[in-house]
Nanobody
Framework: QVQLVESGGGLVQAGGSLRLSCAAS????????MGWFRQAPGKEREFVAA????????DYGDPVKGRFTISRDNGENTLYLQMNSLKPEDTAAYLC?????????????????WGKGTLVTVSS
């Protein structure tokens, strides 16, 4: 079992920045690819970013490319999402996920664990 707990959400003005964290406990963090997803009210869950076990390869959804950066600290068992140039359309609950591959996470394949999410609200 892996427990994932997100933090760092909040209210920010458009153009601002936030950094989300996802603390993992349980089984070995470095044994999992990790990812971020988001879900806005009334919308389907959307892939945001993924990172491989070593952190050597990353993948981003088109809406966030160039603005968001995913990273991980395997020594601290923590996943991060640095979000810059935030837009009102980025408003959503952000969830982290642990899975078997960072290359297929965008297709929702191999995801084994989900966090409960942290809310990000971007005001215009």
């Amino acid at each position: 079992q892996v427990q994932l707990v997100e933090s760092g959400g909040g209210l920010v003005q458009a153009g601002g920045s936030l950094r989300l964290s996802c603390a993992a406990s349980g089984r070995t963090f470095s044994g999992y690819a990790m990812g971020w997803f988001r879900q806005a009210p009334g919308k389907e869950r959307e892939f945001v970013a993924a990172i491989t076990r070593s952190g050597g390869t990353t993948d981003y959804g088109d809406p966030v490319k160039g603005r968001f950066t995913i990273s991980r600290d395997n020594g601290e068992n923590t996943l991060y999402l640095q979000m810059n140039s935030l837009k009102p359309e980025d408003t959503a609950a952000y969830l982290c996920a642990a899975g078997t591959s960072g290359f297929t996470m965008r297709y929702y394949r191999g995801i084994e664990y989900w966090g409960k999410g942290t809310l990000v609200t971007v005001s215009s």
